[in-house]
């Protein structure tokens, strides 16, 4: 591996859940929690709706340092190793998740969402629209 470009995050928020068993994955979760977002992003959440599907990219900070012995992983659910782009390990060489959530209230910048799979204190990264079709992007021009 390379280290020629040092790319680095700062979060604009944590995840707040009592959840202590979570499922391996937000598609099969119907647990609850509350993005807590810091107060100087909180203003650009105004256009976030209840109901509204959301892509929340998060680090998966509690996961071990990567290294050439996860490149291969057995999944829980599967009998045989899979290569690490192909499944959904937080064991990752860039510790950064992915989760839909589904909005179920918004008060300044605490966001309550439905079917999480992160932990307790998770950095959230960045907050993005669930886009499903070409109307649902609207265009910055």
């Known amino acids: 591996m390379s280290d020629d470009t040092t790319v680095s995050f700062t979060p604009i928020g944590f ?7 979570l ?14 977002i810091h107060p100087e992003f ?21 996961s071990p340092e990567f290294n050439s012995g996860y490149l291969f992983q057995t999944p829980p659910h599967r009998s045989s190793s899979r290569g690490v782009f ?3 390990s937080p064991i990752r060489p860039n510790a950064v998740g992915m989760s839909v959530v589904t909005v179920t209230s918004i008060d300044k910048g605490d ?20 886009v499903t079709g070409q109307h649902d992007c609207p265009s910055t021009e």
Not at 15 to 21: E, G, L, N, Q, S
Not at 23 to 36: A, F, M, T
Request: aromatic share 4%; net charge positive; proline share 6%.
């Open 86 to 88: 192909s499944i959904c």
């Open 15 to 21: 995840v707040k859940t009592d959840v202590t068993k």
């Open 42 to 62: 909180a203003p650009a959440l105004r256009d976030i709706e209840i109901g509204q599907k959301i892509v929340v990219l998060f680090h998966f900070h509690k």
């Open 111 to 130: 966001i309550g969402v439905k079917h999480i799979d992160m932990i307790d204190g998770t950095p959230i990264l960045d907050i993005k629209p669930l």
């Open 23 to 36: 499922p391996r994955h937000w598609s099969v979760s119907q647990e609850k929690g509350i993005l807590e």
